[in-house]
């Protein structure tokens, strides 16, 4: 059954998305807010407002049942959970599921199977998804250096019991294995109490890219094309673009196929990403993991093949089955989206909540703007550091950035510090206009170089 | 007793009695006690020790024997000590943001009252979107109060706790 009343479970400019994509389909909206959160956007645009509980996020868009309890008693058929907070917590479908009300996602078991990286693997493994290389257990350096042989350097000796980078060392050649084999076995011992280690492939100057896609739940599944974010700071993805264009058209289609046939292989419903590390040197792509649900980077992908991926969530939610054909999704032209976030690039991106005194966002054809934030808002301190994505869409990358980069000059914030002017300086340097960067690009070369 | 429980002891009996004023001198110690106007009371261990966290109104008796302090807490760290424990140093939030005692929900909190902390002992946390920041006192010292409720926000240069530093 379609959809007549939706709840969002979210906050700032994603909740704002929603608002608008069910608004488009004729949707009753409800949203959920903390106490400081009544003045929002999305707040003034939903048709009715809960109050959920105070400020601190535990005791309101955390708390799983008294959302799916907001949401039942305000009458909602359907609970949108955005991304972050509870959007890939199982206990939020299960929930709603008990109480009859359609969850905007996969179901609680599937999001737990991907949430757990061992078991997606597993699962990516038995789909014929490329895994980074890697070993089982090495019990001896002659093992070790052999397997190293076998898969070429660099390598990572990785512990099994690892975590938070212990237990693992970086060999560049066999010398390197024998040494770093005691070493990492030892400090593995200490950390874990368990000195078993194995061997990964290391690539130390990876790309980026994850596959947009969309299941119906009856069996279909489609891609959306690929997004490239390899400009990140800390696992914090800065820029996002689509296509990737650093990649051809061969391991284009390898990618796209690994993250259908992934998808496929759970029967997977509603929004999801399948992430992948992309190995220039080698032009190999490794499957890292799947993000059940809407991403923040949405858009880009929306821009090049001119589908509401938001909208197609909810009629997913309400039943529909898929009517569009892989054939209908076509990509076209080039979108680069920058994530504006209330940190002070010069103090150590140390987030800077305040009034916004001043916002005036630039305006023209293939500027978008997504963002709760308007002239007067707070930006509070409990919250997440992003008060908006500036998203550009034009024929070619060249042209893109070139909008892009007045699209920034033309962008007047006031109030708070933000991260747009480093926007402004990430896509005029000479790597980002070449494309050669990397995962780690903006933290080694970019970043120190300021 | 030590020499800080008999300080402790003697100030109390000071703040129970009705005398005015209070001075003794030992071969390592010199206090000097006063009841001024309003209520209020001081302090002072004129040894070689940092004291900026004595800020209270000095008896003009005493002044000449207030030290110059050798290596100053850093100001940010340091506010005028309160009067339920005396002579603490107060540790203060470096910035906005959400005060939490443990490092996860349901966990022990980090100190508890009566603790001896080091310098780089973690004491609790201020969370500021998402950016969670470690709060140490920077000196060794005891816990003496906990000022803030874990989840309570808190402004930039607000007292989270009074540590009584060790000499």
């Not at chain 1, 389909?25 to 939903?46: C, F, K, P």
């Not at chain 1, 070993?135 to 990785?158: H, M, R, W």
């Not at chain 1, 929306?302 to 589908?307: H, K, L």
């Not at chain 1, 892989?326 to 920058?338: F, L, N, P, T, W």
Request: proline share 5%.
């Amino acid at each position: 059954m379609a959809v007549k009343k939706l709840f969002i479970a979210n906050r700032g400019e994603i909740a704002l998305r929603i608002v608008h994509a069910a608004k488009g389909l004729g949707i009753e909206t409800v949203i959920g807010v903390s106490e400081i959160d009544r003045h929002t956007q999305a707040a003034l645009e939903a048709d009715v407002v809960v109050v959920l509980g105070p400020a601190a996020a535990a005791s309101s868009y955390l708390d799983p049942k008294l959302i799916v309890h907001a949401a039942r008693e305000t009458g909602c058929d359907a609970l949108h959970p955005g991304y972050g907070f509870l959007s890939e917590k199982p206990i939020l479908p299960t929930l709603c599921e008990e109480q009859g009300i359609a969850f905007v996602g996969p179901q609680a078991d599937i999001i737990d199977l991907l949430g757990d990286k061992l078991q997606a693997r597993k699962m990516a493994e038995q789909a014929g998804v490329p895994l980074v290389p890697g070993s089982g257990e090495i019990e001896t350096v002659q093992d070790a250096c052999e397997f190293a042989n076998g898969i070429g350097y660099p390598v990572l000796l990785k512990a099994s019991a690892g975590g938070g980078g212990r237990g693992m060392v970086i060999a560049n050649n066999e010398a390197e294995v024998r040494s770093g084999f005691s070493t990492a076995s030892a400090e593995a011992q200490a950390a874990f109490n368990d000195g078993r280690l194995f061997i990964e492939r290391f690539v130390p100057e990876a790309r980026h890219v994850e596959v947009q896609i969309l299941g119906d739940g009856k069996g279909k599944v489609l891609h959306f094309g690929e997004r490239d974010c390899s400009v990140q700071r800390r696992y914090q993805k800065l820029i996002e673009e689509a296509p990737c264009v650093a990649m051809p058209e061969e391991l284009r289609k390898k990618l796209h196929s690994s993250a259908v046939a992934l998808a496929e292989s759970v029967n997977y419903r509603n929004a999801g990403t399948v992430e992948f590390l992309y190995d220039v040197q080698r032009q190999e792509i490794y499957f890292i993991e799947v993000n059940a649900r809407i991403q923040v980077e949405h858009p880009v992908s929306e821009c090049i093949t001119g589908q509401d991926l938001v909208q197609w969530q909810l009629r997913i939610a309400g039943g529909e089955a898929l009517s569009l054909n892989q054939s209908d999704i076509v990509s076209k032209g080039h979108a680069i989206e920058c994530r504006i976030n209330a940190e002070d690039p010069q103090n150590g991106f140390f987030p800077v909540p305040g009034l916004v005194t001043k916002w005036a966002p630039p305006k023209g054809e293939g500027i978008r703007l997504d963002s709760h934030i308007y002239e007067g808002a707070a930006v509070p301190p409990n919250y997440d550091s992003m008060v908006g994505k500036l998203i550009v869409y034009a024929e070619s990358r060249e042209a893109a950035i070139e909008k892009l980069a007045m699209a920034i000059d033309d962008f007047a914030i006031e109030g708070i510090k933000t991260t747009l002017p480093l926007h402004g300086e990430i896509i005029r340097s000479e790597d980002y206009l070449q494309n050669s960067i990397h995962t780690r690009w903006l933290e080694q070369s970019f970043l120190p170089g300021l | 007793m030590n020499t800080y429980e008999k300080l402790e002891e003697i100030i109390k009996q000071f703040q129970d009695g009705e005398a005015k004023e209070l001075h003794f001198k030992t071969d390592d110690l010199e206090v000097y006690l006063s009841n001024d106007r309003d209520g209020s009371v001081s302090v002072t261990t004129p040894v070689q020790r940092p004291v900026g966290s004595i800020s209270e109104p000095q008896p003009k008796s005493s002044q000449k024997e207030v030290e110059k302090p050798l290596s100053p807490t850093p100001a940010h760290l340091v506010r005028e000590s309160r009067q339920k424990f005396e002579g603490g140093i107060e540790v203060v939030a470096p910035y906005m943001g959400t005060f939490y005692r443990s490092p996860k929900p349901g966990a022990a909190p980090y100190v508890e009252i009566g603790q001896t902390v080091a310098a780089d002992t973690e004491l609790c946390l201020v969370e500021v979107m998402k950016l969670f920041t470690a709060v140490r006192s920077g000196f060794e010292g005891v816990v003496r109060e906990v000022l803030v409720e874990d989840g309570d926000m808190v402004e930039v240069g607000q007292a989270l706790f009074v540590i009584e530093e060790k000499l």
